[in-house]
């Protein structure tokens, strides 16, 4: 039977989590928004707040519209509170156990026919699946960073996801104004399958001493004509997240050409992940980012 979504469930304020929750909010569903701390809720309310005034400002929506969007966000303190949901986004950190657990505690609090999605990048959904009591109702649905900006959702299947569960994503991505692509569930999908080994690939040529931070991120720009060069680019996804997706891509097809660059385990262990960190490639403590090497 097919289901009509009115409420989503974000899980995690972050990043991600609150983007969802954004472009949700302003395409009319209710929304609630999950995170282990008040404060990280609040944090993300606030930066949706932000967000929403900037597209203001730009005139991309009425203040109008900002104001309808930010009174369909509810905070939810506590799974219980998402048990009105239709549809349960997950968008916690990109770690596997962290998610499995999520979804275990999560199932109890849900209605039946609800569906489960999660936002990963990388991992198997088929697995994550596997943690629910309703493995035919779970798809992924995989948001691209920044969510307000990105126009595409990969949409991934596990092997049990049956067709009322797809439709009904299809239709959601469809109601927030993204453009679906359908990916099979292998490691990383289509997006990053293709585009951390380039990354990866750009941190050789650096560790290779092939070319600076500067000339290869130049060389990207305006040689391949991309809107940031694939360094600049890594520290804005994070250092962390490029390295877990490598390493997913490693373990998950067993080929060498997936090894993630040392370089790039080297400044994950020194806790430089990128913007958020103030360094990565560049150094972002400054007036305006300067090249680490």
Not at 33 to 54: P, V, Y
Not at 84 to 96: P, Y
Request: glycine share 8%; net charge negative.
């Amino acid at each position: 039977m097919g289901i009509t979504i009115k409420t989503v469930g974000v899980i995690g304020a972050g990043q991600m989590g609150s983007g969802i929750a954004h472009v949700s909010s302003l395409a009319g569903f209710n929304v609630r928004l999950h995170d282990l701390s008040e404060d990280r809720i609040n944090a993300g309310l606030a930066t949706i707040n932000g967000n929403m005034a900037r597209q203001v400002s730009k005139e991309v929506i009425s203040d109008a519209a900002r104001r309808e969007a930010l009174d369909r966000i509810q905070p939810a303190a506590t799974y219980d509170d998402l048990s009105a949901c239709d549809l349960v986004i997950e968008a916690a950190t990109e770690n596997e156990e962290v998610k499995r657990k999520i979804f275990t505690n999560l199932c109890p609090s849900l209605r039946p026919d609800a569906i489960i999605a999660t936002n990963t990048s990388s991992i198997s959904i088929t697995r994550l699946a596997a943690a629910t009591d309703r493995p035919e109702r779970f798809i992924g649905i995989h948001f691209m960073n920044p969510v307000p900006l990105m126009q595409l959702v990969e949409l991934i299947r596990g092997i049990a996801t049956e067709d009322p569960t797809f439709e009904a994503a299809k239709e959601f991505v469809a109601k927030v104004g993204k453009t679906a692509t359908v990916s099979e569930d292998f490691p990383a999908f289509i997006v990053n399958r293709i585009l951390l080994p380039m990354i990866n690939e750009a941190i050789y040529t650096l560790y290779e001493g092939v070319g600076s931070v500067d000339a290869i991120d130049t060389a990207m720009r305006l040689g391949a004509n991309h809107p940031m060069g694939p360094l600049q680019l890594a520290d804005f996804i994070g250092l962390d997240t490029c390295l877990s997706i490598m390493q997913v891509l490693h373990e998950g097809l067993a080929d060498t050409k997936y090894r993630p660059c040392p370089l790039l385990v080297k400044y994950v262990e020194a806790g430089w992940l990128g913007r958020k960190a103030k360094r990565g490639f560049y150094d972002y403590r400054g007036d305006k980012p300067v090249p680490t090497r």
